[in-house]
């Protein structure tokens, strides 16, 4: 398989730019190129580029308020984006897809540690059904292209992200980079920093180029129908990753937990041992510490062109 081969959707965004340092001679897309919502573009964009291989990661992504307000935007564009690649990639004949699930899609009712054969037991959470659903469909069509048309189509589900090329929006982005801005706000506007909680809840956090590393692996050694949990099972307070931040960002400020505001449940594991019995190993994540002080700089350097960060008051 040579790099050039392969076509990564998604190609501007925070896990598209870590594959750009994995396989940078590979063909990296976003929506300013097709717009995937289109069966239409999906077909230039497969004849244009003649892939053998995909990576697909183009989706419609937001946090929890964005997904809450925008449930129909949520199903419609994965559901579209998601059938347009898969299908186009199956008249093209393209040899192999990877396609990225989340573990929010699992049930909200649901035995931990999170195990792939439970995606479809139940509904997933309230806050991002459609999302969810959108998703858990992308499973359905890549294991019926497979059994009909005998598509080597496989999904792979990662827990939380973070890295560079994040999305900071203070309305609309994760746990990490959301801390991150907020923090850097309070220093320069000398506030103290309102996080929602008490910071207990434990979760896992994966390194965007971490999982850019798995991706190519996947291509290398996973063909099965089933999806592949490929998240870093690592957990860490969110209280603590506060601290790590506030120390990277120099921010001596106060930190107060706003404990009227919801927690979250206090843990979420995920289990990744089907990722490791393919001969993945525990030591080949990044240390968490050195890739959040990492993601940290980064975000620092970039402000004001990051995304989420170019009309953010630092009055
Ligand atoms: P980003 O939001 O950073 O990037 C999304 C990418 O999708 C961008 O390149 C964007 O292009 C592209 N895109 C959006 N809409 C369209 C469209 N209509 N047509 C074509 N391309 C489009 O996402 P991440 O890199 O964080 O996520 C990558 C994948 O990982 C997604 O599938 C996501 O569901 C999954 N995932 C992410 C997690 C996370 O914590 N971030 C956790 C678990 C799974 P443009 O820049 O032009 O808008």
């Given at each position: 398989m040579n790099q050039n081969e392969i076509l990564v959707t998604g190609g501007s965004g925070m896990v598209g730019h870590a594959l750009k340092r994995v396989i940078p001679e590979a063909i990296f897309v976003s929506s300013k190129d097709y717009?995937?919502?289109s069966h239409f573009e999906a077909e230039i964009m497969f004849a244009t580029?003649?892939?053998?291989y995909v990576i697909h990661l183009a989706a419609k992504v937001g946090g929890i308020k964005a997904n809450m307000e925008k449930l129909g935007d949520f199903y419609r564009d994965n559901a579209l984006i998601n059938t347009n690649v898969l299908e186009s990639a199956r008249r093209f004949r393209v040899r192999k897809v990877v396609s990225l699930l989340s573990?929010?899609?699992?049930?909200?009712?649901?035995?931990?540690?999170?195990?792939?054969?439970?995606?479809?037991?139940g509904p997933p959470h309230q806050s991002n059904y459609a999302y969810a659903y959108a998703k858990r469909m992308l499973d359905i069509q890549s294991r019926a292209y497979r059994e009909q048309y005998g598509c080597n189509f496989v999904t792979a589900v990662p827990n939380n992200l973070f890295g560079e090329?994040?999305?900071?929006d203070l309305n609309d982005s994760h746990v990490i980079p959301a801390i991150m801005h907020k923090m850097y706000l309070a220093k320069q506007n000398g506030q103290r920093v309102v996080l929602w909680g008490d910071g207990s809840p434990l979760r896992e956090f994966t390194y965007s180029l971490d999982l850019a590393n798995i991706l190519l692996f996947l291509m290398e050694h996973y063909d099965k129908p089933e999806p592949i949990n490929i998240g870093n099972t690592g957990e860490y307070a969110i209280l603590d990753i506060a601290q790590l931040i506030a120390s990277r960002l120099d921010y001596n400020g106060e930190i107060v937990w706003d404990t009227t505001k919801p927690a979250g449940q206090l843990r979420k594991p995920s289990d990744n041992s089907r990722l490791h019995s393919?001969?993945?190993?525990?030591?080949?994540?990044?240390d968490f510490k050195d890739s959040l002080s990492s993601a940290c700089d980064w975000f620092v350097e970039n402000y004001g062109t990051a995304r989420g960060t170019e009309n953010a008051n630092t009055q």
């Open positions: 717009d995937l919502r580029h003649a892939p053998k573990t929010c899609i699992y049930p909200n009712e649901v035995v931990y540690p999170l195990t792939e054969d439970q995606i479809h037991n090329n994040d999305n900071y393919l001969g993945w190993r525990p030591e080949m994540y990044t």
